[in-house]
């Protein structure tokens, strides 16, 4: 094989200048015309679940073993917060992988990575091995590449590709050494005087080439003569010399033998840039066992006295349905069976350009396409300087490709001045963004989708370049595409929960601050049991501190996370509803879990989430949730009445044990315009405004309301029983976040959980200042309604109602007193929670709602605060708060939420960088950093190479 160089003058050149040689592809060993596209996996349904209604839903048909197990692995990838393998979706060029976030990625290469031997797949591996009767093969070759070891004078096969019914072998006429071998080359030494024979494997098959010494071992060499024996497969010749090899029984072509060339030392002795050379001619004759490669070279050039030795034989065979290539201009050969890609301007030599056909995979026909990159090996680069480079979408490549006959150059994707090769930036990996037009070609139908390379100044040696190709035996090119599958039933455990607490709510109903404290111990218990589970991987892998325990299995083995999260739930809720039965619930949840979940990590998955449970159990005892006497109210002005939906509700929440707060007062408003004692608030202007607001934009016939005002008020409304309620509202919202974010299960146990301690603790001080202050401020409906505030700013109305209204039209307010309100005190926990988790308030979702008015009504939202503030001014327009209500209730909300998501389930912290994991490149490393910050499980990160030029990073955190 030949390594490119430069002259005696310039720093050496790693890599390939023209792919000249013999590699033996052999897709004909397998079957002629491989086929070039994969019919997309079909999505599995998501498993029959009983609702807490009672409804079904219904099984959907079968489903194949390769699409069950891409269900599957979507379902371990989002439990264990890895991305997982499809293995039954493999094929030489493609890996399928299930993403965390419910993604799919698929890395598609220009060249053949694995193969299938007895059953398994194997990965290649072409480094070179002696076999113990002294032969040679490749450790691992998707064509069992054989080679010669010593030989007689006779000679015999040379190398050899295939077995039965589908074989190949090139012979040598003479005696054979034993070789050398130096990972995937073999040279055999004095196969003639002067002259070297080298064999290199590639992963597509081999190259074979002669090096001659001298001039006079030149003249011997000049012409010989390869004998192919060959099993199904014909030859011809075209007029520019090529060969064309074609399946016998189908006539379909498999291979072509391009120009062959030789070249001289001038460049150096390790390779071709650079060099002078020649075309050599080629002949085929036609035998009852194959064809002989008769190989004549210039015999003029070899005895030029500018010809500086060695010189280099190359001619060259190509099998296979890969296929890239490089065009140079004024060049007229074939020059695609390279393992060099050539871009820009050699030196001194005219420019060049290359093209990659990918063969069309799932991974872009139909699919929703969030990410794409093309994938280089950067070989060579004649400067460490960067010069630019681009990317095209052309048209498809083939054997005719010259730069007199490129592929249309449609469009430029990118420009990159990424530049290594050189001797001071080393070869390594280069990744490009292809987004754009990875999502042109998924709206197309095609069987080969082609990418061109050229650089941007095609004058500028220094921007000359060499990317390892398809036939590289080290590495291929690859596009890494990550895309949302079109319908994926499949939910995250913790989700699944959410949805069942939300139904339970609809069926107890009931005030607010209970249902908050349920799905606060529900997703808290379900916090802890997914910790102890990734904790068991190591500490490095925990979620963050532990809310109230961090629980080991008794078995020792490592806990499934999706059955402690279903079992930490299903205990915690059975607890809480002990009137209530969740064994459909359990039982559905417990179907979606992998087979490949051994039944010791089941065990151990249900013992540490049944063992957070119990921890948030005993701790929630006697924590002052107990129902209370009876609240009455007062008949003076201004204090809380009954206005005929019962008495006050849950009058000793205020004194209920917090989630994340130190005490149930520590957020406590000043009061309702810095008011404390009703002897100064009824009298004061202030409390007029609020009243005379309200009484205008609150009333059931207002005319100062506008009608998205009124949609706004009874989209938040959700007081009815057999609606989800408050806190159900806002979980639903973090569920439409968490999808647009990616989140998966390990980032929505934690941010479920700070949410619900929020929402939890916002009750708790909402009811303190409704009912434990010296203010239990009247409805607005009592205060309009009664005369007897004694301030001359305000005037009765006994007729006015307020908006708000059941399902039976009629109008009433909450049973609780004003200031503040619960509504808004959640929106304001849920604001600061979420804009805390996703470190930004601008995030644009839409959402719709629950309350029997406003059924079908969907409200979008521009931020996150902006959702807040409406549904606090929403209680005003609904005609049951005043603005204060609202105000003072989001901003204490606001505060109780930032101390629990400052205080409680802490990110893990190191005093330096500790090693997370080892990671392919540094885009997978950067993506898993990533995540980690966004669940936050860690506050740092940074990716570093393993070793130069390969593309692995260890991952560190702190």
Known sequence: MHRTTSRSHRPARRGRTFGLALPLALALLTEAGVALSLSPVAHAAEPVAASRTGTTTPAAPAASATAREEANAR??????????????????????????????????????????????????????????????????????????????????????????????????????????????????DDVAPGTDLVVEATRTGFEQYLVVADRQAAQRAATFTLPVRTKGLEASQKADETLVLADSRTGEKVGHAPTPFMWDASAGSDGAVGARRARVDLDVVRQSDGFDLTVRADKAFLADKSTKYPVTIDPAVYFGTNFDTTVRNGETADLSAGVGLNVGREWQKSEARSFINFPRSTAVTGQD??????????????????????????????????????????????????????????PRW??????????????????????????????DYKAFKIFASADSPQVAPSILVTYETPADPVKDHVVYWNDVLQATYRQVGGAPGPLARAGAMMHGAIYDAANSARCAEGATKCLGAAYLVKATASNGALPDVNSAIDHAAF????????????????????????????????????????????????????????????????????????????????????????FGMASSTQFRPAGPGGHTQMSTLLPSQVYADQVNDVKSLGGADSTARTADQTQAALFWANDLDTTYKPPGQLFEHTQILSRQKGMAVSGNAKLFALTAFSMADAAVVAWDMKYQTDIDLWRPESAIRLDGDGNAATTADANWQPLSQDANGNHFSPAFPAYVSGHATFAGAWARATR????????????????????????????ISAAATENA????????????????????????????????????????????????????CEEVGKRLLAEHRWTSYQCTQIQAPEPDHTLYVK
């Open 75 to 188: 379902l371990t990838a989002q439990a264990q917060g890895r991305r997982i393998e499809v293995t039954g979706a493999r094929t030489e060029r493609t890996t399928l992988w299930a993403n965390p976030d419910g993604t799919m990625s698929q890395e598609s290469f220009a060249g053949p990575v694995r193969y299938r031997d007895h059953g398994r797949w194997v990965d290649v591996d072409v480094n070179l091995v002696k076999n113990a009767d002294g032969s040679v093969r490749a450790k691992a070759h998707p064509r069992g590449l054989r080679l010669a070891g010593r030989t007689g004078a006779s000679g015999g096969d040379l190398v050899t590709l295939g077995s039965g019914e589908r074989e190949i072998a090139l012979g040598w006429q003479g005696a054979l050494p034993a070789p050398r071998l130096d990972g995937p080359k073999a040279t055999y």
């Open 369 to 426: 396409i969030l990410n794409a990159e093309l994938n280089l090996y950067a070989t060579w680069s004649d400067s460490c300087e960067a010069r630019s480079w681009e990317v095209w979408d052309t048209g498809t490549a083939s054997a005719a490709t010259r730069w007199s006959s490129q592929p249309a150059w449609r469009s430029k994707v990118t420009t990159s001045t990424q530049t290594h090769g050189f001797t001071d930036c080393g």
């Open 430 to 459: 280069i990744t490009e963004d292809i987004t754009g037009l990875v999502k042109q070609w998924s709206q197309t139908e095609r069987t080969v989708d082609t990418v061109g390379l050229r650089a941007t100044d095609e004058a």
């Open 571 to 658: 205990d915690v809720l059975r607890s809480v509803y002990p009137g209530y039965n969740f064994d459909d619930e359990i039982a559905a949840a417990r179907s979606t879990i992998p087979a490949a979940v051994t039944a010791e990590q089941r065990a151990a998955g249900t013992d540490v989430g049944q063992k957070a449970a119990a921890a948030m159990i005993a701790a929630r005892q006697n924590d002052g949730s107990a129902p209370a006497a009876p609240y009455t109210g007062s008949t003076q002005p201004g204090y809380w009445r009954p206005t005929g939906t019962g008495d006050g509700a849950t009058p000793d929440w205020g004194k209920v044990k917090p």
């Open 836 to 863: 805390d988790w996703f470190g930004t308030d601008q995030i644009s979702w839409t959402a719709t709602t629950e309350d029997p008015n406003a059924i079908g009504v969907t409200r979008a939202f521009s931020s």
């Open 873 to 924: 001014v929403g209680r005003v327009w609904l005609g049951v708060h005043y603005r204060w209500d609202g105000t003072d209730g989001v901003t204490a909300g606001g505060n109780a939420a930032a101390y629990t998501v400052a205080n409680r389930l802490k990110p893990n912290t190191a005093a330096s960088w500790t090693k997370y994991e080892d990671l392919h490149n540094l885009a997978g």
